[in-house]
T-cell receptor
Framework: NAGVTQTPKFRVLKTGQSMTLLCAQD?????MYWYRQDPGMGLRLIHY???????AKGEVPDGYNVSRLKKQNFLLGLESAAPSQTSVYFC????????????FGQGTRLTVV | GENVEQHPSTLSVQEGDSAVIKCTYSDSASNYFPWYKQELGKRPQLIID?????GEKKDQRIAVTLNKTAKHFSLHITETQPEDSAVYFC?????????????FGKGTMLLVSP
């Protein structure tokens, strides 16, 4: 099992450019999440999905969109990147039972210049 | 939504000492409290968790205690080793997501000096 895999690992964008981050999991998890991690801010939830075809907003959703067309994939899109979106992005997944372990991807370091 | 406060933000100890990190939460209905460890440049990984029906859980050198009345829980690491150096995050379920997501504390950077 590969677990949770994110692509790409690093990316530099110019302000106004768009990009999509891909998260794939092979553990048959129902739930998937996108977090951003900034120094001193911990992990903040951007969007999440409780199943194929469903998405919901987290704590900091503005400027991001997501899609869950297949159970194993969760895509995070930035339509018009801003310097404030410079961050490390983590995808995670878990089973649907409340209180189960969330498995994280290795992270994507995004810099917007 | 759930508010999780974590203290201290940094903690320096000598190898062999104990380390304690504390978190408070706001939603009295929360019933699951995990702790994640993130080594430098790596992904967060679950190290221990506790549910509200128990007050303490141990796993070798780490333990977590829960006080539901006071709404706080703590991570205890005994006989610290340099490889314990990392950032530790506590978390609690978010009520406005039907408890299907977690709110994380801001993290504690633990440095264990040899």
């Amino acid at each position: 099992n590969a677990g949770v895999t994110q692509t790409p690992k690093f990316r530099v964008l110019k302000t106004g450019q768009s990009m999509t981050l891909l998260c794939a999991q092979d553990m048959n998890h129902e739930y998937m999440y996108w977090y951003r991690q900034d120094p001193g801010m911990g992990l903040r939830l951007i969007h999440y999905s409780v199943g194929e075809g469903t998405t919901a907003k987290g704590e900091v959703p503005d400027g991001y969109n997501v899609s869950r067309l297949k159970k194993q994939n969760f895509l995070l899109g930035l339509e018009s990147a801003a310097p404030s979106q410079t961050s490390v992005y983590f995808c995670a997944s878990s089973f649907h039972e409340q209180g189960t372990e969330a498995f994280f991807g290795q992270g994507t370091r995004l810099t917007v210049v | 939504g759930e508010n999780v406060e974590q203290h201290p933000s940094t903690l320096s100890v000598q190898e062999g000492d104990s380390a304690v990190i504390k978190c408070t939460y706001s939603d009295s209905a929360s019933n699951y409290f995990p702790w994640y460890k993130q080594e430098l440049g790596k992904r967060p990984q679950l190290i221990i968790d506790i549910r509200s029906n128990v007050g303490e859980k141990k796993d070798q050198r780490i333990a977590v205690t829960l006080n539901k009345t006071a709404k706080h829980f703590s991570l205890h690491i005994t006989e610290t080793q340099p490889e314990d150096s990392a950032v530790y995050f506590c978390a609690a379920p978010r009520p406005n997501s039907g408890y299907s997501t977690l709110t994380f504390g801001k993290g504690t950077m633990l440095l264990v000096s040899p």
